[in-house]
Structures are given as C-alpha cells and as structure tokens.
C-alpha cells in the first residue's frame, strides 16, 4: 500500500474498533473505562495513561507508516528524545551525537551528563571515519543523529551509520522530524528507532506540539511503551486528534513546499546580500547525490547566511510574510536566527563548530505562492534610506 493511501483514511487502516464507522478517529477523551461495558474479545482498556483507542490508532498508522514493529505517541517532540534515553540510557553510558543537532537535544544531553553522568560523544556523521573513530575507542551505547541537520542541513548517510552500529554493537536511533516518513524510512535504512516532532510537518497546522517514537523490534516497542506508561509522558487524545487531520495531506503539502522552497533557493543564490545558501535539494549542496538517492522528497527548509548580523535582523524585522517563529513544517512560512532562537543555548564557539553565525537565518518555506515570498524578501532587504534633517 502506498503511503497516500495509508494516510487518506487513518481510522480505516488502524486497528481502531468504532460500533458507529468512524471515518477519522474518534476522540475518546476519556480518563478511565467501565471494565463491565467493553466489547467482548477486543483490546482491554482501563486508564488513558496507559492506553486510550485514539492515541493507539495513531500509533497503529505511524507504526505502518515506518515500518516498525511499534509506536509510542508522546506530548513533544523532546518527550519522545526523552523517552528513547530513559529506556535505553543508565548512568554511564556513552552516546554518540552528530555535532549539527537540534538545540532542544543538546540542552536534554547537557541535563542528562550533569544529573545521570551520561557521557556524549560529539562527530560529523558525513564523515563515515570520524563516526567509526570514535566508536573504536569508545563503548558508545546510543548513535543518535537527524538527517537533514538542523539547522545547517547536512545529509547523513543512514545506512553506512546502521552498519557502523551493527559492527559495533551499539543502538541506533535517527531524528526524523524533518524528512519524516514521507521523504525517508530510517528503520528500512537500518536504524533501531525513528523518532519525530509532529508538531512540524506531519500535522502540518501549527496547532499542537507532539511527538513519536517507532521501534524496529518486538522487544523495544514494549519497552518503550513500559516506560512511557510508567513516567506518563503519554499523547493526550485530543492532541492525537490534531495530529491525525494533517496526515491525508502529508505528501502532499511536502511535495508542493519542496518545488517552492527549490525556486526560492535559486533567487537566493542570486542576491548580493546572501553570501551562501544551504538546501540539500540544489545541486551545489555537497550531499545532494545522498539526498536525492535516500529521500523521496527534500524538506522546505533552508538556511542562509548574509552579509552580516544587521542584514539578517534588516529581513526578519521587514519580511511581511514570514512570521520571526521557531519550529518549521508549518503551512505558513516562517524565518528564525538560530542563534537567538533554537539554538540559543550553544556558546559562540559551540555555533562555530556547526557553521553557524549571527548571521545565520533558517527559513521554513509554506504553502504559500512561492512569486509572493519572493517579492516579500525583494522588498525586506531594500537597503534602508536615512533621512536627513
């Protein structure tokens, strides 16, 4: 079954039981169940906690979606990071990052080495020797990585990291909240875990902030399920409901955003004021081969750097179209400086290292007609006249 046809009608290919034929899932927000009153020979459900037939429903979809063995639906995407470290980390364990991370994880990583004394590996995952370097001389328990990066985009090769943690005994779990299972499946590639914000593309709304994680084995999907029943880090059923009314149009909106954000890269590249554009769908993005051959389509975000700090606060500050928001995969375009936003938590040396300045901008690209965000940045980055007195 292709994935549109997955997608375009969830309560149909969930395992979701509704006497009264549903046609999207039904939200059962309800915190407990009559033990006396439920159908005979169905699922036994007793505390949303720890079941509820709208987050499992979804979980059903995302579990197929991925081809994993299970899922487990959480309030956040940092929940679902969270809940891989819980299940899987014990105090001293060593785990393995790519340098290029989401400002959420390296705050989580600095919490954990601070209060569990879990140790963190840091290494440029495009660099197959660096990774396996590090891996020799040290017990590395988790490789965790996203691919693309964000936000300096680059591509990982997810299948030479799997091999790598086979040979080396070590997990391995793949962030994919930005190409999400639209664009690449980390678990066909390889990977134990694939694990995604929803808050982004996947509800596509801006509506919810969510998470998932997906298991490749038996055993890990219960795991994972063990303890997020235990520390409650469970979705919400209304929050699941919000979630679920962005998948029918997943690849859709993907696609589409994907042919915008190639035109607006293009006029990029052309402006004076934008010293280098990052988007791994032009052919100038050193992983663009990787790109094209492991994802079906490339996610609408891209970064550029301008010609100084001022530039990049001149078209935050007079962009009319672009919302100055974090996340992205929204329906609407949005601009960050990392910097200042999701990456305020690193030092400058810590930015350095990524690629990253103060001039540095992330733009998240919508649904919008690409010629009107075109002409929006044309008009933001005007230079400014000083009137004279």
């Known amino acids: ?112 080495l601070e209060k569990n004394d879990i140790q963190t590996c840091y290494a440029d995952f495009t660099n197959v020797t660096e990774v396996e370097s590090v891996l020799q001389q040290n017990k590395i328990k988790l490789i965790l990585c996203e691919s693309p990066t964000n936000p300096s985009l680059k591509i990982v090769d997810l299948q030479a990291i799997a091999e790598l943690s086979k040979k080396y005994n070590s997990l391995f779990a793949v962030d994919n909240s930005m190409a999400t299972f639209a664009a690449q499946k980390p678990l066909v590639l390889g990977a134990d875990f694939s694990l995604f914000s929803a808050t982004k593309f996947i509800s596509g709304h801006g509506s919810v902030v969510a998470g998932a994680i997906v298991a490749k084995s038996e055993y890990w999907a219960e795991r994972l399920n063990y303890f997020s029943n235990a520390n409650g880090r469970a979705q919400s059923p209304f929050d699941v409901f919000l979630v679920s009314l962005g998948l029918p149009t997943l690849v859709y909106r993907m696609k589409t955003q994907e042919q915008s954000a190639i035109q607006l890269s293009e006029f990029l590249n052309s402006l004076p004021e934008v010293l280098e554009v990052k988007f791994p769908g032009l052919p100038s993005h050193p992983q663009y081969e990787l790109a094209k051959r492991q994802m079906e389509i490339i996610p609408a975000v891209l970064t550029i750097t301008l010609s100084s700090a001022e530039k990049a606060e001149q078209l935050i500050r007079n962009t009319k179209l672009f919302g100055e928001k974090v996340s992205f995969g929204t329906s609407d375009s949005r601009l960050e400086i990392p910097s200042k936003m999701s990456h305020a938590t690193y030092s400058d040396e810590d930015l350095k290292k990524i690629g990253l300045t103060h001039a540095t901008v992330r733009i998240s690209v919508g649904l919008e007609n690409v010629n009107d965000l075109i002409a929006d940045i044309q008009q933001a980055l005007k230079v400014e006249t000083i009137k004279c007195v």
Do not use: W
């Not at 059962?28 to 009153?37: H, L, P």
């Not at 007793?46 to 709208?54: I, K, L, V």
């Open 1 to 112: 079954m292709q994935l549109e046809t997955l997608l375009a009608n969830i309560a149909q290919h969930s395992n979701l039981v509704d006497s009264y034929g549903a046609t999207h899932l039904p939200i059962y927000n309800t915190a407990t169940f009559d033990q006396k009153r439920q159908f005979p020979n169905n699922k036994n459900y007793d505390y949303s906690r720890t079941d509820n037939p709208t987050r499992n429903a979804l979980e059903d979809i995302f579990a197929i979606a991925e081809e994993g063995a299970g899922c487990v639906c959480v309030n956040t995407g940092v929940s679902a990071l969270a809940l891989l470290f819980d299940t899987v980390l014990k105090t001293d364990d060593v785990i393995l990052v790519e340098r290029d991370c989401y400002g959420g994880t390296y705050r989580l990583l600095n919490i954990l």
